[in-house]
């Protein structure tokens, strides 16, 4: 779920209007529009002032968008914030991250298929 999905669904959870959002962050209604659509990704302070406004943490507002796995909540608390902080990065980033993530999980299937074979010969 995008960010701007994430901020619809808990500004409509709790009965706003864009507009209504706005004047309690302080900002123009457009603003707010283009957040919801993901044509602008927020600012660490504007998500700051949305989290207040909507009364929920910034980890709540944040992870509301990526599906973390209960599994990685339960047992890693600050990678599930780290994941949940992902919309805060640009497409560059994005797809650094993305490529880092590809070359451990390749390194970590390697090593599983060595393992595998060394204990079946």
Known sequence: MSFGKALTRLRTQRGLTQQQLADRVGMHQNHINRLENDRMQPRTKTVDK???ALEV?????VNAQVAI???????????ADLLGHLALLNDEQRHALRTFLRSMITCQQVQRLT??????S
């Open 69 to 79: 796995p209960p599994s990685v909540l339960k047992d890693d608390p600050e990678l």
């Open 115 to 120: 393992t595998t074979r060394a204990l079946a």
């Open 57 to 61: 943490t910034v980890e709540e507002l």
């Open 50 to 52: 949305l989290a207040s």
